[in-house]
């Protein structure tokens, strides 16, 4: 039952796949339980592909599910709503896409359920949270009206198993250096894509239409699209701590990066050079020039190879008058999606070590007094020689520079849209 309170707006619709989560939602339901703001109105999607209940190796997943389906029908609360996606014959066809289909379901629930200001709040049920969390989103969405949705800063909390550890804080410095070079050449598409952190309007997802419904990496293309659509907020005092674990529940992202990363293998989340971040804010700078003519950029070739032709910017100034709309045009048009490809295809041709590439951004993000607290990383080393300590130390400054940036972006926005 979903009970309407209209004595205390926006009310606060929070949406959660949940999928082999026995050990993880009661943590995730106890931090809600704490929360100081209690207008909130609780929806999860409990999931799996239907055939796995005939499959031996997936079964120990469907018998999970089914202990938390009887769980949460259990507790009681008129502010938990649950969604049966996983009983004999109600699971996911083989058409179906995993955590994106069971968040699109979620979010479609919430807007047929919510009014156009209300908020949808995107969890995950193995993450926690402090108790002025959910508080903290709604004085944002309240006091900054320009805004269209919200990614919130995270930390993942240390795992007991040291190898876990290990791969978790290498994910994170990963993740975190990606964003960094976005933030120092002035992307619009700066964010880091987590499904424990998202929250929108109601009628900004409105606006979007559907998630697509994908089995992983569903939270970046929701985040690019809202982005497209207008503000994203990423500052806030608050974290969300989602869990360190080993996850297949998905083909990659947190729970596969572990898994990867304890056996070495970081083909998939590498330590990116500085150089095509370079090169992207070279394209950037030369929008305003091409909007009066076509000239050759560095990224020509990858436009051609993407798009099949270099000359992509003549239809957008047929289309665009202005110079902003233009340069908002352009932008849309190398989005998010793009630019991860460029970066990952000019590694490809560049596979420089990541030692070798990290050496290029501590340089290039630290100041001295900084460097100190990680010497270590600044003579030849090998990642998996290094104490994680260190790598906590590492993750840490990171932390520390990525909120700045967020901070900055979010009261002095720069960017181009």
Same mark, same amino acid.
């Given at each position: 039952?979903? *009970?309407?309170?209209?004595?205390?707006?926006?009310?606060?619709?929070?949406?959660?796949?949940?999928?082999?989560?026995?050990g993880y939602i009661e943590s995730c339901l106890e931090s809600i339980r704490k929360q100081s703001f209690t207008n909130y109105h609780i929806i999860a999607c409990v999931n799996q592909p239907d055939h796995w209940w005939n499959d031996p190796e997936k079964r120990?997943?469907?018998?999970?599910?089914?202990?938390?389906?009887?769980?949460?029908?259990?507790?009681?609360?008129?502010?938990?709503?649950?969604?049966?996606?996983?009983?004999?014959?109600?699971?996911?066809? *083989?058409?179906?896409?995993?955590?994106?289909?069971?968040?699109?379901? *979620?979010?479609?629930?919430?807007?047929?359920?919510?009014?156009?200001?209300?908020?949808?709040?995107?969890?995950?049920?193995?993450?926690?949270?402090?108790?002025?969390?959910?508080?903290?989103?709604?004085?944002?969405?309240?006091?900054?009206?320009?805004?269209?949705a919200h990614s919130n800063p995270y930390y993942h909390n240390p795992a007991e198993n040291e190898d876990i550890n290990r791969a978790i804080l290498r994910y994170e410095i990963y993740m975190r250096l990606y964003v960094l070079n976005l933030w120092r050449i002035?992307?619009?598409?700066?964010?880091?894509? *987590?499904?424990?952190?998202?929250?929108?309007?109601?009628?900004?997802?409105?606006?979007?239409?559907?998630?697509?419904?994908?089995?992983?990496?569903?939270?970046?293309?929701?985040?690019?699209?809202?982005?497209?659509?207008?503000?994203?907020?990423?500052?806030?005092?608050?974290?969300?701590?989602?869990?360190?674990?080993?996850?297949?529940?998905?083909?990659?992202?947190?729970?596969p990066a572990v898994a990867d990363g304890i056996n070495k293998k970081w083909e998939n989340y590498p330590i990116y050079p500085v150089e095509p971040f370079n090169i992207i804010k070279e394209t950037y700078e030369l929008f305003p020039v091409l909007f009066e003519?076509?000239?050759?950029?560095?990224?020509?070739?990858?436009?051609?190879?993407?798009?099949?032709?270099?000359?992509?910017?003549?239809?957008?100034?047929?289309?665009?008058?202005?110079?902003?709309?233009?340069?908002?045009?352009?932008?849309?048009?190398?989005?998010?999606?793009?630019?991860?490809?460029?970066?990952?295809?000019?590694?490809?041709?560049?596979?420089?070590?990541?030692?070798?590439?990290?050496?290029?951004?501590?340089?290039?993000?630290?100041?001295?007094?900084?460097?100190?607290?990680?010497?270590?990383?600044?003579?030849?080393?090998?990642?998996?020689?290094?104490?994680?300590?260190?790598?906590?130390?590492?993750?840490?400054?990171?932390?520390?520079?990525?909120?700045?940036?967020?901070?900055?972006?979010?009261?002095?926005?720069?960017?181009?849209?």
């Amino acid at each position: 039952m979903y *009970l309407k309170d209209t004595t205390s707006l926006p009310k606060l619709i929070v949406t959660i796949p949940v999928m082999n989560e026995e050990g993880y939602i009661e943590s995730c339901l106890e931090s809600i339980r704490k929360q100081s703001f209690t207008n909130y109105h609780i929806i999860a999607c409990v999931n799996q592909p239907d055939h796995w209940w005939n499959d031996p190796e997936k079964r120990v997943v469907c018998e999970n599910n089914e202990r938390t389906l009887s769980f949460l029908k259990n507790l009681e609360n008129p502010y938990v709503e649950v969604i049966d996606k996983s009983s004999p014959g109600k699971g996911f066809l *083989l058409g179906d896409k995993g955590v994106g289909h069971a968040r699109n379901i *979620l979010f479609q629930r919430a807007i047929n359920i919510a009014d156009d200001n209300d908020l949808v709040m995107s969890l995950d049920a193995d993450t926690v949270f402090n108790e002025g969390y959910f508080q903290s989103i709604v004085d944002l969405f309240q006091n900054n009206y320009d805004i269209v949705a919200h990614s919130n800063p995270y930390y993942h909390n240390p795992a007991e198993n040291e190898d876990i550890n290990r791969a978790i804080l290498r994910y994170e410095i990963y993740m975190r250096l990606y964003v960094l070079n976005l933030w120092r050449i002035n992307s619009p598409y700066a964010f880091t894509p *987590l499904g424990s952190s998202i929250t929108a309007y109601v009628k900004s997802l409105k606006t979007i239409g559907k998630l697509s419904p994908k089995r992983a990496g569903e939270d970046f293309y929701l985040l690019q699209k809202l982005r497209k659509h207008g503000r994203i907020s990423q500052y806030n005092e608050y974290y969300v701590y989602p869990s360190s674990r080993i996850s297949k529940r998905v083909p990659f992202g947190t729970g596969p990066a572990v898994a990867d990363g304890i056996n070495k293998k970081w083909e998939n989340y590498p330590i990116y050079p500085v150089e095509p971040f370079n090169i992207i804010k070279e394209t950037y700078e030369l929008f305003p020039v091409l909007f009066e003519e076509d000239v050759q950029t560095p990224m020509d070739g990858f436009f051609e190879k993407i798009f099949e032709t270099k000359y992509i910017f003549q239809p957008l100034r047929s289309n665009y008058k202005t110079i902003d709309q233009f340069i908002r045009a352009c932008h849309t048009k190398i989005d998010a999606l793009r630019i991860f490809q460029f970066v990952k295809d000019y590694h490809k041709k560049h596979p420089n070590p990541d030692e070798i590439n990290l050496h290029e951004h501590l340089y290039l993000f630290f100041n001295e007094k900084e460097k100190s607290k990680i010497k270590s990383f600044f003579s030849t080393f090998k990642f998996e020689d290094i104490s994680i300590p260190l790598l906590q130390n590492l993750r840490d400054l990171l932390t520390e520079k990525e909120m700045e940036y967020r901070k900055k972006d979010f009261y002095e926005p720069q960017l181009p849209f």
